[in-house]
């Protein structure tokens, strides 16, 4: 048997490479046994759990409503709300500006007029108002995201939904409440059935090629 100057360097150059594996284990093992006998509680020595208030911040709401906090806010407070936080980005009549259109926009989203742009709102698409809550809570204002607390949350939403004609001018939100209401493109959606093809794509100038491929 014969072996090539090529091959004795490939030999060497594993036999270097596990070397070096097992320095590196010796040394994670000689450290970590060494953070278990000075008692420390800690790998890396730094950090704290979090406590019960560190957690009260972070939520997650459903469309049902659960997971959403206790607290209500009603149309007229969230008028108050809207007039000194939102309108400098989203305009006295919600038409938008810095920041985004919130109303108006229904029938925009299929239509068979290529100049005629979809509209996304929140009163043309969002299905659920439990997420209008959740994305107000969590990133609203802009410059101060977080800074609203539950009830101011409820209000501002309220007063959305009103100005969407959605609710009456006498709502109430709260979580109860709010899963309830009925979104206007709450049936415009439909469950992706991965790893299902997706179904025909409907026929409408703005339907995208990259969605008709899938169906192929």
């Known amino acids: 048997m014969f072996t090539t100057i090529e091959d004795g360097q490939r030999s060497l150059s594993c036999r270097r490479v596990f070397q070096l594996a097992s320095i590196a284990l010796g040394a994670l093992l000689s450290g970590n046994a060494f953070a278990q006998s000075s008692g420390s509680s800690s790998l890396y020595g730094f950090g704290q759990p979090a406590s019960p208030s560190d957690l009260a911040r972070f939520f997650s709401s459903m469309p049902d409503g659960r997971g959403l906090p206790k607290g209500s806010g009603s149309v007229a407070e969230g008028k108050t709300i809207y007039e000194s936080q939102c309108v400098a980005c989203h305009g006295a ?30 009163e043309s698409y969002w299905p659920y108002a439990t997420t209008l809550f959740d994305y107000i809570k969590r990133a609203m204002p802009l410059m101060s995201p977080g800074s609203l607390n539950d009830d101011q949350a ?22 109860k409440s709010l899963a309830a209401v009925r979104m206007p493109n709450r049936d415009g959606f439909i469950p992706d059935a991965r790893p299902e093809k997706f179904p025909a794509p409907v026929k409408a100038p703005h339907q995208t090629k990259a969605i008709a491929s899938q169906t192929k």
């Open 93 to 122: 009549e919600l038409q938008g500006g810095l920041g985004d259109r919130l109303i108006g926009g229904r029938g925009t989203l299929v239509n068979r007029d290529p100049g005629k742009a979809p509209i996304k709102t929140v």
């Open 154 to 175: 409820y209000a501002v939403s309220a007063y959305i939904l009103w100005r969407a004609g959605v609710v009456g001018g006498a709502a109430t939100m709260d979580a």
